[in-house]
C-alpha cells in the first residue's frame, strides 16, 4: 500500500472553502487563539463540517480538528451542531484502536468565540499515518487486506454500539489508515441524525471503497468517484466490478449497505464475522464461484443465514449425512414401535388378572338351607344353550348383548345399565339367565369380570322366566377383577342357571366379561 | 405468542416486560392447573367411556378449525405485524380495526360452516364402523361446541391486541376463569338427575344441553373478560374493511403454517379413528394421557425457555449464528437435564398417577390403570417433544417455516403406518397405549430429523456435548427408576385412591431425589441455571 501523504490546502475542494468560508486558512486559529490550523484534510458536506490538522498551542502536539461551520443566528445548524457535539462527547467515553481519542469538545461560549463563525469544535488526537482515499488512489486493495484494514474500525463501532452509542464512521474523509496498517476514525462527531444502522452502512460503504476504489454512499467528496449503480437503483455488487472479489466479502458490502430488513446486514458484529473469515481466505478460489452457482442457492439464501456458508462440499456432505442419520431414526424407531407394542400386548395379557390368580369363592355354608356335607366335585366345563338378561322391574340392561358374556371372548362382554343408586333402590337385581339342553349338575361357575365388588348369586331356577321367589340361591360371591371361581354348594340338576347380580360394582354398573359353566362329576 | 411480544417489547423497550413474565408464569401455571382440575372432574363425574369420548372429540373440533383458519398465522404473522403497525401514522387503528372486521368476519363464516359441517368432522375423527363409538352423541356435541371457534379466534384477536401493547395479564388469567366456569358446569351437571341417553341420542336431553352450552359459555366468557382491558387502553372499535397490503410480504411463510396444522391433523385424524374403532374410553384417556404428559414439559419446559427464547430470536434477526446455535444448545441441554428425571418418574408411577388421580367417581380402576400405562409407555418422549418445540422456535426465528412442515410430514409418515400397526396388532382396549408409545416415538423421529437440519444450516451444534448431557441424564433418571421400582416391590399395589397416593409420594419422591442427585453428584453444570431459576420463581412466588 501507498504511504503518500497529500495535503490538502490545494484544489477544487479547498477552493470552495475559502470562497464559503474564508477565515478557514493554514496558518489560522480557531478555538479561541488555542488552536493553530495546518491543513484541511476533508470536508463533511453533510453537516458542514472541516476536517483539519492542528497543533495545540499550548501543549505543542498536533490535533485532528473537526470545525462545525455556521452562522449562530441558524437556528437549526446550532442545534444540530450541538446534538453533534453531545453525540461525541458521549462517544468520547470509548476507548479503542479504531477510533481517535477526544480530547475536547468545544461549543459557542465554551471554548469557541462568538465571532469566529463556528457552531463547534471537536478535537481529537491526531492519527499518524495515511489518508483513505490516497491509499485506494492508485488501485483498490486486495480483499483480504481490505478485510483485514476495517477489523479494529468494524471493533470500534461494535464496542460504540454496544454501549448504544453511534460512532459516525459514515464518510470515507474522516477516516484514515494508520501506519501500522489499521483503520481508524481519526475525525469523530456523528452527524445529528446518524443512527447505529448508519454505522454498519458506513462500514460497508468503507468496504466497498477498499474493494473497488468507490465510494457508494451520497455525499461522497468530490475525490472520490461514486460508486455506479445497477438498473435497479441499487449499487453494483463490487464482485461485478471485480470478478476476483470472493462472493462474501462482496455480498457482505452490497448487504450492509442495504436498508431491506431481510437479507441485510444489521449489525456490526455480523459485519466483523464475515471480515474474520475473508482474512483467512487469502486466495481467492475457484470453489466460491461454485458457491453461487449451486442451484440450491435460493434456499439458502431464503433465511439470513449467509454467515453459516462453509465450504459448499461440506455442505452437500453433511445434507447426505443427514438424510442417512434419519434414515437410521426412522428405522431405529420402526423397531423400538414394534419392540413396545410387543411389550404391551405382554402386558396386556397380563392385565385382566391384575387381581392376582383366579380367586375362588365358595359358597356362603347353608347358602341355600341345603344340608349337603360335600361340595361336588368340578367336572367338564359345559355350554349353554342360550342367555337372555334376566330382570323384574323396569327395563332390561341391553337385553340384546347377553350373548357376549357366554361367548367366551374376552373382548366382548355384557354390561348392565349405570344406575343412580344402587340396588335395590331402583330393582332388586339384574341376572343373566342360562339356559342348557337338559338337566345338568352343576359344581362351579366361573365368572370373568373387571367390575370387582359385584356381588353375584348363582340361583337354580324352574323355568326360563320364573319369578324370583321360585329360584333357589346355590352360591353367592363378590367378584374380584379377574376371574372369579364359585364352588356351588348343590349338584341338583338343573336346566336353567341365574347369574343374579345384587350388588354392582363402583359407579353403579357392573361388567360381566365371561361366565363359565362346569359340570359336577 | 410469546416471543412475538418479546420482540415488541424490544423496540419500546417497557421496563415491566421482566415482571409481567413473573406473574405471567403464575397466571400460566394456575390455569393450566385449573384446566386439568376439570379434566378430572369430568372423568370422575362422567367416567372414561363412550360420553367422554364423545365430548373430548368433539370438544377438540372447534380448536382444530380454528387453528386451521387463524391459529398458527396469528401467532406468527398478524401480531408481529400488529407490533408494527403501531409505528402507523395513527398508531395502528386503521390496521387493528382492519384485522378485526376482517377477522371476526372470516370467522363467523368459518363458524357457520364447521357446525353445518358437524357429521362430516364427525365423520372424520370417529371411526363407529365397530360400535366402539357413538358418532350420534359426537355430532350432538359438536352442534353444541363448535360455536366456540368465533370466541377462540374473538380472545386470540383481543389479546395479540392486548399483547402489542403490553397488556399480559388479562390474556393469560382469562383461561383461568374459562376453567372455572366449566367446572361450575360440570357441578350443574352432576346435580341435574338422569343420564345422556345414548341410544337414542336425544338433541333435547337436558345433560348434554347443560355440558355442551356450558363449555362453549366457558370460551365466550373468557373473551369477554379481556373487553374491559381493551377499553382501559382505550381501543374503540370501528368497522373497517380491506386488505392491508403487509400481509401479502408474509403469504407464502403462512402457507407453509398452515400446511403444518394441516399434516399435524392428519396424524391426529388416524390417530382418532384407530382410538374410536378400538375400545370405548380410548379418545378421552389419549387425550388426558397426553395432558398429563404435557404439564411438566408446560411447567417446567416453558418457564425455563422463555427466558431463552426471546434471547433466540434476537440473535436469529441479527443473524448471530454463533448466539444461536449456543442458545440452543444451552436449551437443549437444560431441557435434557429437567426432563429426563421427570420421564424417569413418571415411567416408574405411571400406573400410579392414573389410578392417584383418574380412580374416583365413575371411572373404575381398570380405566385409570390404563391411562397411567399409557402416560408410563409413553413418558420417554417428554425431552425430544421439548426438543422439537424448541427447534421449531428456531427454525421460525430463522424465518423458515418451509423445514418444520417438511419435519412434520416425515414425522406423520413414520406415525401413520405405525399407529395402524398398533390398531391391528394390539388388543383393543390396549390400542391407546401402543397409540401412546408410537406419538412419543415420532417425536424421537423429529428431535433427531430437526438437529440434523438445523445442523446443515448452522453447522456445529454442540450436539456431542448435548448427547452426553442427555447420557447422564438417562443415567440418573436410570438409577432413580431402580430405586423407585426397588421400593414398589415393598410398597402396596396401587389399587385404591390412599395406596395410590401412598406409592405415588414415595416412589415419585424417591425417584426424583435419587435422579436429581445423581446428577448433583456427577456436577452437571446444566443443572445450576435450572435449581437457581426454580429458587427465584420460588423466591418471587
Same mark, same amino acid.
Given at each position: 500500500?501507498?504511504?503518500?501523504? =497529500? ?43 472541516? $476536517? ?114 453511534? @460512532? ?42 477498499? $474493494?473497488?476504489?468507490?465510494?457508494? @454512499? ?265 376371574? =372369579? ?12 342357571? $341365574? ?13 360381566? =366379561? ?8 | ?55 373430548? /372429540? ?36 386503521? #390496521? ?39 358418532? +350420534? ?14 370466541? #377462540?379466534?374473538?380472545?386470540?384477536? !383481543? ?35 338422569? +343420564? ?52 401479502? +410480504? ?6 407453509? *403454517? !398452515? ?18 374403532? &378400538? ?7 389419549? &387425550? ?11 411447567? /417446567? ?64 380402576? &381398570? ?39 417438511? /419435519? ?24 391407546? /397405549? ?8 415420532? #417425536? ?46 415393598? !410398597? ?33 453444570? +446444566? ?6 431459576? *426454580? ?7
Amino acid at each position: 500500500m501507498t504511504t503518500r501523504r =497529500t495535503e490538502y490546502p490545494v484544489g477544487e475542494a479547498a477552493a470552495g472553502i475559502r470562497a464559503r468560508d474564508g477565515f478557514l486558512v493554514p496558518g489560522g486559529v480557531v478555538g479561541d487563539g488555542r488552536y493553530r490550523l495546518l491543513a484541511e484534510f476533508g470536508l463533511d458536506e453533510r453537516a458542514n463540517a472541516h $476536517l483539519w490538522r492542528a497543533q495545540d498551542g499550548q501543549l505543542r502536539r498536533d490535533v485532528a480538528l473537526t470545525l462545525l461551520v455556521g452562522e449562530p443566528g441558524d437556528t437549526v445548524a446550532a442545534a444540530n451542531a450541538r446534538r453533534t457535539l453531545e453525540r461525541t462527547m458521549h462517544a468520547a467515553r470509548i476507548t479503542h484502536p479504531g477510533t481517535s481519542r477526544v480530547l475536547d469538545v468545544l461549543g459557542p461560549g465554551n471554548g469557541v468565540a462568538p465571532g469566529e463563525g463556528l457552531l463547534g469544535l471537536i478535537v481529537a488526537d491526531w492519527a499518524q499515518g495515511t489518508d483513505l482515499i490516497d491509499v485506494i488512489a492508485e488501485h483498490p486493495l486486495p480483499p483480504a487486506t481490505a478485510a483485514r484494514l476495517l477489523e479494529p474500525l468494524a471493533a470500534a463501532v461494535e464496542q460504540a454500539h454496544h454501549s448504544g452509542m453511534v @460512532l459516525g464512521v459514515d464518510h470515507p474523509q474522516r477516516v484514515r489508515v494508520t501506519p501500522d496498517g489499521l483503520l481508524r476514525l481519526a475525525f469523530p462527531g456523528p452527524l445529528p441524525a446518524a443512527t447505529l444502522q448508519d454505522d454498519v452502512r458506513g462500514l460497508g460503504a468503507i468496504l466497498y471503497l477498499l $474493494l473497488t476504489g468507490r465510494w457508494p @454512499l451520497a455525499g461522497a467528496p468530490a475525490a472520490i468517484p461514486t460508486a455506479p449503480l445497477g438498473p435497479d437503483g441499487q449499487v453494483i455488487a463490487p464482485r461485478n466490478l471485480f470478478p476476483y472479489i470472493p462472493y462474501e466479502l462482496s455480498s457482505a458490502a452490497v448487504r450492509s449497505l442495504s436498508d431491506d430488513a431481510t437479507g441485510g446486514i444489521r449489525t456490526s458484529s455480523g459485519l466483523i464475522r464475515v471480515l474474520e473469515r475473508a482474512k483467512v481466505i487469502e486466495d481467492v478460489t475457484q470453489r466460491i464461484d461454485a458457491v453461487e452457482d449451486d442451484p440450491d442457492e435460493d434456499y439458502d439464501d431464503d433465511g439470513t443465514v449467509w454467515t453459516t456458508r462453509r465450504p459448499n462440499n461440506d455442505r452437500s456432505k453433511r445434507r447426505k449425512l443427514a438424510i442417512g442419520v434419519t434414515a437410521l431414526a426412522v428405522a431405529t424407531v420402526g423397531v423400538l414401535a414394534w419392540v413396545g407394542i410387543q411389550l404391551i400386548s405382554f402386558f396386556g395379557d397380563d392385565a385382566p388378572s391384575a387381581g392376582g390368580p383366579t380367586v375362588v369363592a365358595t359358597a356362603p355354608g347353608g347358602g341355600g338351607g341345603q344340608n349337603n356335607p360335600a361340595p361336588p366335585q368340578p367336572g367338564e366345563p359345559i355350554q349353554s344353550a342360550g342367555v337372555q338378561v334376566f330382570n323384574v322391574k323396569g327395563t332390561p340392561d341391553n337385553p340384546r348383548r347377553a350373548s357376549r358374556a357366554v361367548d367366551g371372548d374376552p373382548k366382548t362382554s355384557w354390561k348392565t345399565d349405570k344406575y343412580q343408586q344402587q340396588f335395590p333402590a331402583l330393582k332388586p337385581g339384574v341376572g343373566i339367565m342360562a339356559s342348557f339342553a337338559e338337566p345338568v349338575p352343576f359344581a362351579e361357575v366361573v365368572i370373568d369380570s373387571p367390575s370387582g365388588g359385584t356381588v353375584v348369586e348363582i340361583r337354580t331356577a324352574p323355568s326360563e322366566k320364573p319369578g324370583l321367589a321360585d329360584t333357589k340361591v346355590i352360591g353367592r360371591a363378590t367378584l374380584q377383577p379377574g376371574k =372369579t371361581r364359585l364352588q356351588l354348594d348343590s349338584a341338583e340338576p338343573t336346566q336353567h342357571l $341365574l347369574i343374579w347380580i345384587t350388588t354392582l360394582a363402583t359407579g353403579n354398573v357392573s361388567e360381566l =366379561t365371561d361366565v363359565g359353566f362346569v359340570r359336577a362329576k | 405468542m410469546e416471543q412475538d411480544a418479546g420482540q415488541g417489547a424490544g423496540k419500546q423497550a417497557v421496563p415491566s416486560l421482566a415482571k409481567a413474565s413473573g406473574s405471567m408464569a403464575i397466571a400460566t401455571l394456575t390455569s393450566r392447573v385449573t384446566g386439568f382440575g376439570w379434566k378430572i372432574m369430568l372423568t370422575w363425574l362422567v367416567g372414561i367411556g363412550v360420553v367422554n369420548d364423545s365430548f373430548t /372429540i368433539a370438544n377438540t373440533m372447534p380448536n382444530i378449525v380454528f387453528e386451521l383458519l387463524l391459529g398458527g398465522v396469528l401467532a406468527s404473522i398478524v401480531v408481529p405485524l400488529l407490533v408494527r403497525s403501531q409505528d402507523d401514522p395513527d398508531g395502528g387503528q386503521a #390496521y387493528t380495526n382492519r384485522l378485526l372486521t376482517v377477522g371476526m368476519t372470516g370467522l363467523l363464516v368459518g363458524t357457520v360452516l364447521a357446525v353445518a359441517a358437524a357429521p362430516l368432522f364427525t365423520g372424520l375423527y370417529v371411526d363407529g364402523s365397530t360400535g366402539k363409538a357413538n358418532p +350420534e352423541l359426537v355430532t350432538a356435541f359438536a352442534y353444541l361446541l363448535l360455536p366456540e371457534i368465533l370466541f #377462540y379466534g374473538l380472545f386470540a384477536l !383481543l389479546s395479540a391486541i392486548l399483547q402489542a401493547r403490553h397488556v399480559f395479564g388479562p390474556t393469560a388469567w382469562a383461561p383461568v376463569v374459562n376453567n372455572l366456569v366449566i367446572m361450575a358446569t360440570l357441578v350443574v351437571y352432576a346435580v341435574l338427575p338422569g +343420564e345422556i341417553s345414548l341410544d337414542p341420542v336425544q338433541m333435547g336431553d337436558l345433560k348434554l344441553l347443560v355440558l355442551g352450552i356450558g363449555t362453549t359459555l366457558g370460551i365466550v366468557v373468557q373473551s369477554a373478560m379481556l373487553l374491559p382491558a381493551l377499553r382501559r387502553i382505550g381501543f374503540a372499535f370501528r368497522w373497517n374493511w380491506g386488505f392491508d397490503a403487509r400481509l401479502r +410480504e408474509f403469504g407464502g411463510l403462512a402457507l407453509w *403454517i !398452515l400446511g403444518y396444522v394441516a399434516i399435524s391433523q392428519v396424524g391426529m385424524v388416524v390417530t382418532q379413528r384407530v382410538l374410536t374403532a &378400538a375400545a370405548a374410553g380410548g379418545a378421552s384417556i389419549y &387425550a388426558n394421557a397426553w395432558l398429563l404428559f404435557q404439564l411438566p414439559y408446560g411447567v /417446567i419446559g416453558v418457564s425455563l425457555l422463555t427466558a431463552i427464547l426471546p434471547r433466540m430470536s434476537k440473535a436469529a434477526a441479527a443473524n448471530d449464528i454463533d448466539r444461536l446455535v449456543d442458545d440452543l444448545s444451552t436449551g437443549s441441554r437444560l431441557s435434557a437435564v429437567m426432563l429426563v428425571p421427570i420421564s424417569a418418574v413418571l415411567t416408574v408411577t405411571g400406573t400410579t398417577i392414573g389410578v392417584a388421580l383418574f380412580n374416583g367417581g365413575a371411572t373404575d380402576l &381398570a380405566d385409570a390403570q390404563r391411562l397411567g400405562t399409557a402416560l408410563a409407555f409413553s413418558a420417554f418422549g417428554l425431552l425430544p417433544y421439548a426438543l422439537v418445540m424448541l427447534q421449531l422456535r428456531v427454525f421460525y426465528a430463522m424465518k423458515d417455516a418451509r423445514t418444520p412442515t417438511l /419435519i412434520m410430514v416425515v414425522m406423520t409418515a413414520v406415525k401413520i403406518p405405525l399407529i395402524y400397526l398398533c390398531g391391528a396388532v394390539v388388543r383393543p382396549d390396549q390400542v391407546v /397405549i401402543a397409540v401412546l408409545l408410537v406419538n412419543s416415538l415420532t #417425536y424421537v423421529v423429529g428431535a433427531v430429523l430437526g438437529q440434523m437440519w438445523l445442523w446443515v444450516r448452522l453447522g456445529n451444534l454442540h450436539s456431542k456435548k448435548i448427547i452426553r448431557v442427555i447420557a447422564v441424564s438417562v443415567l440418573a433418571g436410570g438409577a432413580g427408576m431402580l430405586v423407585a421400582w426397588l421400593a414398589g416391590r415393598v !410398597l402396596p399395589d396401587a389399587v385404591s385412591l390412599v395406596t395410590a397416593w401412598v406409592t405415588l409420594v414415595v416412589q415419585g419422591v424417591l425417584a426424583s431425589v435419587v435422579a436429581f442427585g445423581v446428577l448433583a453428584a456427577l456436577r452437571v453444570p +446444566e443443572l445450576r441455571p435450572a435449581t437457581s431459576r *426454580i429458587t427465584r420463581l420460588v423466591r418471587r412466588g
